[in-house]
T-cell receptor, first 115, second 116 residues
Framework: EPEVTQTPSHQVTQMGQEVILRCVPI?????FYWYRQILGQKVEFLVS????????KSEIFDDQFSVERPDGSNFTLKIRSTKLEDSAMYFC?????????????FGDGTRLSIL | AQKVTQAQTEISVVEKEDVTLDCVYE???????LFWYKQPPSGELVFLIR??????QNEISGRYSWNFQKSTSSFNFTITASQVVDSAVYFC?????????????FGQGTRLTINP
């Protein structure tokens, strides 16, 4: 079964540094998402992306964040100048609405630790 | 505004007991999707079920069953004959989009512990 893959599984970064989280969505999916889960808390929506532009973003997704689909397969989340509070698990997801019965599929997540 | 409430923060039962996880949602839309995801200790999110607002039929899949009641805005999840492998955090989620990008709004999650 096709799956969403995320790399790295764990990223440790110094505060103030830039970090790029990478995702390879399922190949025939059209909609891409990033979510965040701070340790022990609920999963929170960050951004959705379709047709090479942002469809919707949350209040969390401020100017420090950006997303990009640099080629036909990767979908990246960049945090420009990381803060301690950016430490969380970041999940990528993808979906297709060609068939309305298809749910969002999540990757295994990248655990981001800011020191 | 969308909101999902899972009032049970933690539940602990003995193996083979039945357990029900509650989910109550708020939405102004008449059409929407509801979801359950499982997050085992390894951390990934595993899709369990999706239900659209037009379909109030209960669903059973093996030991899992879901009770969707629009009248009470609830979408409860029952595990019968629980097993230790069912131990995980379970999230209920809501999407108001039937087409296009589906922003999921998650509840706080219920940590389920099944003791041998």
């Amino acid at each position: 079964e096709p799956e969403v893959t995320q790399t790295p599984s764990h990223q440790v970064t110094q505060m103030g540094q830039e970090v790029i989280l990478r995702c390879v969505p399922i190949s025939n999916h059209l909609y891409f998402y990033w979510y965040r889960q701070i340790l022990g808390q609920k999963v929170e929506f960050l951004v959705s992306f379709y047709n090479n532009e942002i469809s919707e973003k949350s209040e969390i997704f401020d100017d420090q964040f950006s997303v990009e689909r640099p080629d036909g397969s990767n979908f990246t989340l960049k945090i420009r100048s990381t803060k301690l509070e950016d430490s969380a698990m970041y999940f990528c997801a993808s979906s297709t609405n060609q068939d309305s019965n298809q749910p969002q599929h999540f990757g295994d997540g990248t655990r981001l630790s800011i020191l | 505004a969308q909101k999902v409430t899972q009032a049970q923060t933690e539940i602990s039962v003995v193996e083979k007991e039945d357990v029900t996880l509650d989910c109550v949602y708020e939405t102004r839309d008449t059409t929407y999707y509801l979801f359950w995801y499982k997050q085992p200790p390894s951390g990934e999110l595993v899709f369990l079920i999706r239900r659209n607002s037009f379909d109030e039929q209960n669903e059973i899949s093996g030991r899992y069953s879901w009770n969707f009641q629009k009248s009470t805005s609830s979408f409860n999840f029952t595990i019968t004959a629980s097993q230790v492998v069912d131990s995980a955090v379970y999230f209920c989620a809501l999407s108001e989009s039937l087409l296009g990008a589906q922003k999921l709004v998650f509840g706080q999650g219920t940590r389920l512990t099944i003791n041998p």
